[in-house]
């Protein structure tokens, strides 16, 4: 984007060097629209803004800090034009103090200030001016270690100007090795500098005599000259005139007095600008206001803050419950926005649905956010265009900037003499601006954190409903924005460990909020299931679960990962147990959908939307046409999702979890397997029982029908019908299962299997006894359905088998056994084509 005005240009300083807190005038071009638009400015590379006072496009006055070069440029950036560029440089003298009988070809600046950053007075105490040599003869330091000394005269010093002064330890420092000529020459010194005090005021008027003289005649020729030009004549005596006078002055005495009230009003009234603030205390110091007008206007300020901050919460309060009061006069900040900080905080923070820190005359944007969310951007954003100002009013009242030169060298200075009693009031201050902030904050969000006796000052929302993960998010990014801010002016961390506090709280809320919105979300995961199946037997059920806990898990990214300065939200133990128990229900919770969709009643599923996968090989067409479900086939596709979430989707979502830096995800997926094993297991039982139990049923009916006897049949010619209807009964199932899902059919043929050889080993031990014909019968039908289904034999099935086969008499002659042989040969040749869905390459037949 391109700027509407040329970069700054700086071509002058003056002067162009001087020790720190020189105050200088720099000038160029270009240097800004006026206050607001004056965003920095370095000397030396040293941040001078604070102390920055824009006069015009072409003028800036400020102090020269602390800096860690000696010489460098002076860089002014705008918001109009950016960065600057400077064609001259300023000169870092190093400080050097001067004493006070000491000859300078300067002034030498006497001013007191008072330095936050590094909390020390750096005035020039009356003590530093002290006379370096009392005794006025040569100082030889001594050899003694000074731990020693110490020891010597425990609670003493060599310090002349203590009260625990010790003449002894002074001279063993100072005059070790002084001879006792020199120490005889001391005391004559000593001598001498007392009788000068004892003279007293005698010897100020010896010393003053010429100067009373002189102002002596001045008086008279002044006297003489009004005699002789008639004005005492004409006007009166003298000492009349002189009355007038004091009278007169008396009346420009009360006039002043009422301009200082007037201007002490103007200086606390509310709302004001840094500029016009400073312009009220340099008036009200040149007209030795009494008290400290300074000290009264940061007061005023922070109070204002606290009232604007109140008024905040109620109007949004009053507007969330029809009444007008939104836009009360008292909030509308437009017309005095020092976006210096607000300009990172509103680029950074935005929200598609609505974006952040928008105007308050803009009245559309507050229908698209929450209330409460528009609450906080409105509070953060108040409380940024009002604390850069006020906290610059404070800079600028312990560095003394605040005042004017007369005030500063007239002596109304001494208010540093209290700049540590008011650093702490200030910083009280701070504190309560912060604590209001933070309690206002958690009356809105967290109101529960919140003790009762605060409830009625810092809540009263009365919202029922509580905000999504998403809107607390962005909250989250507002406050960090503003400690981001509020850092950037150099307050100390630990006036701003509530916000950190109140952030630290949020994140654990927000984790909680997303996880069980995310759960309510899952639970609704059912009425999607549209029962299409793909080539692997499966729905996109498992997939619309495994993206919805990623998009859970990445809402979250941003809150989870620690900031410069933030704690880990899993910190606490006790956060880490609920956001595990909250992990494990949502995914016990998609565990019971399943569950639920398998037992759905057939009137229950809709079927209307369903339609065949085109590379799937004729899914249900041959079952059914018109693509309806049975609860068989529900089942299958139930347990075919189940297989798939155990070996992938689980596992999948154990790996989103750690990498987003989740705690016991070990207890999550194996509390969330035994679970999902659970269920499988018992649907696989119920759909065995269901394809198992007609089968395993049929056999007994179907093998005595007719009254069939096993002591007195026939020769057998081939397998009868009822195994025949077995087989059939089997390969339906087969065909059902391989429809939906190939990767069952093992499982789910071998226990079919098992049920029947179970069933018919049960059934030929209860044979009393066969004929050799029987015989004959019970071995073919035995061995053919063996054979048949020899590729889903399991040990359990084989043992069953061969207990059905140690029941039979053995064959004896080997034309019984070249029949039975001709028998299954034939059996097989004509059911070939049934047969073929239970051929396996890699399977061989068993022999007989």
């Known amino acids: 984007m391109s700027r509407l005005r040329q970069p700054p240009l700086v071509t002058g300083i003056s002067p162009n060097e001087g020790i720190p807190w020189t105050k200088v ?136 100007t203590s009260e625990n002064f010790s003449a002894a330890w002074y001279l063993i420092e100072n005059h070790s090795t002084t001879s006792f000529e020199q120490l005889k020459m001391a005391v004559t010194n000593l001598k001498r500098q007392a009788n000068k005090k004892s003279e007293g005021s005698l010897a100020y008027v010896k010393g003053g005599l010429s100067t009373f003289f002189e102002a002596q005649d001045a008086l008279s020729a002044i006297h003489q000259k009004l005699e002789a030009d008639g004005t005492e004549k004409v006007e009166g005596s003298m000492t009349q005139k002189l009355e007038n006078v004091l009278n007169n002055y008396a009346e420009v005495e009360t006039r002043i007095e009422t301009l200082r009230e007037l201007l002490l009003d103007k200086l606390l009234e509310t709302p004001s600008t840094l500029h016009d603030q400073k312009r009220y205390i340099r008036y009200l110091s040149d007209l030795h206001a009494p008290g400290d007008p300074a000290w009264q206007c940061i007061g005023a300020q922070h109070r204002w803050i606290l009232q604007l901050m109140h008024s905040c919460k109620e109007g949004y309060i009053q507007d969330l419950k029809g009444t007008p009061g939104l ?137 029922k409903s509580e905000l999504s993960g998403q809107w607390l998010a962005h909250v989250i990014q507002t406050i960090r924005l503003t400690y981001e801010s509020l850092t950037a002016l150099e307050i100390p961390n630990d006036m701003l460990q509530t916000i950190q506090d109140l ?56 809150v989870v990962e620690c900031k410069p300065g933030e704690a880990s939200v899993f910190q606490q133990p006790k956060t880490q147990e609920e956001v595990c128990q909250l992990s494990i229900n949502i995914m016990q919770i998609f565990i019971y959908c399943l569950e639920q969709l398998s037992t759905k009643p057939d009137a229950d599923v809709d079927t209307t939307h369903l339609s065949v996968d085109v590379s799937s090989p004729d899914l249900f067409g041959s079952i059914h046409e018109d693509f309806s479900l049975t609860s068989e086939q529900r089942l299958l596709i139930v347990l075919s999702n189940c297989c798939y979430l155990e070996r992938h989707t689980f596992l999948n979502i154990a790996e989103h979890f750690e990498k987003h830096n989740f705690q016991g995800i070990e207890k999550i997926t194996q509390v969330s397997m035994a679970s999902l094993k659970e269920l499988d297991q018992r649907l696989f039982e119920n759909y065995i029982e269901l394809k198992a139990d007609p089968i395993v049923g049929s056999l007994e009916p179907g093998i005595y029908a007719g009254y069939f006897d096993w002591k007195d049949c026939l020769p057998p010619t081939g397998v009868r019908n009822y195994l025949k209807e077995a087989l059939v009964n089997i390969i339906a199932v087969h065909a059902e299962v391989f429809t939906i899902s190939k990767e069952l059919v093992p499982r789910v043929l071998s226990k079919v299997v098992e049920a029947v050889s179970e069933e018919l080993s049960r059934l030929m031990q209860c044979v009393s006894s066969f004929s050799k014909n029987g015989a004959l019968q019970a071995r073919l039908e035995i061995c053919a359905l063996r054979d048949t289904v020899a590729v889903h034999l399991t040990p359990e099935s084989k043992s069953s088998f061969k207990q059905a086969l140690e029941a039979l008499p053995q064959l004896s002659s080997g034309a019984d056994k070249k029949l039975l042989e001709e028998l299954l040969n034939k059996f097989k040749s004509s059911m070939h084509l049934q047969l073929t869905c239970f051929q396996a390459a890699s399977s061989t037949m068993m022999k007989t």
Not at 99 to 127: F, H
Not at 352 to 357: C, T, V
Not at 505 to 532: F, G, N, P, S, Y
């Open 327 to 463: 836009h009360s006069p008292m909030l509308d900040l437009d017309s005095d926005t020092r976006p210096l900080v607000l300009g990172h905080l509103s680029q950074t923070a935005s929200l598609k649905r609505g974006s952040s820190f928008q105007s308050g005359r803009d009245d559309t944007w507050r229908y698209k956010t929450p209330h409460r969310v528009a609450f906080v951007e409105k509070l953060t954003k108040l409380v940024l265009s009002q604390l850069p100002n006020f906290w610059k009013l404070w800079i600028s009242y312990v560095n003394g900037s605040l005042f004017s030169e007369t005030a500063e060298k007239s002596g109304q200075i001494e208010r540093s003499k209290n700049v540590r009693q008011r650093q702490n009031d200030f910083k009280k201050m701070i504190q309560e601006v912060m604590q209001c902030l933070v309690k206002l904050i958690r009356g809105a969000l967290l109101p529960l954190s919140i003790p009762e006796c605060g409830v009625r000052q810092y809540g009263g929302w009365e919202v």
């Open 25 to 160: 005038i720099i000038r160029g071009e270009n240097l800004g629209t006026g206050p607001t638009d004056l965003i920095g400015l370095t000397i030396c590379g040293h941040n001078c803004l604070l102390t920055a006072e824009w006069m015009s496009a072409s003028k800036i006055v400020c102090r020269v800090g602390q800096a860690k070069n000696d010489k460098g440029d002076i860089i002014v950036t705008t918001k109009s034009g950016g960065r600057g560029t400077s064609t001259v440089s300023f000169k870092l003298l190093k400080p050097e103090k001067i004493g006070i009988l000491d000859q300078s070809a300067v002034w030498v600046d006497e001013m007191n200030y008072y330095d936050m950053r590094t909390d020390r007075n750096k005035g020039i105490p009356p003590l530093s001016l002290r006379p370096a040599n009392p005794l006025g003869i040569d100082i030889e330091k001594s050899k003694f270690p000074q731990k020693d000394l110490e020891m010597l005269f425990p609670g003493m010093s060599a310090d002349f």
């Open 503 to 558: 952030i630290l709280d949020l994140r654990v809320r927000c984790v909680m909020v997303t996880l069980q919105h995310t759960a309510e979300e899952i639970k609704r995961l059912a009425e999607k299931e549209d029962w299409i199946v793909d080539n692997e037997g499966l729905t996109s059920l498992p997939c619309q679960f495994e993206q919805c806990i990623i998009h859970s898990l990445q809402s979250l990214k941003g």
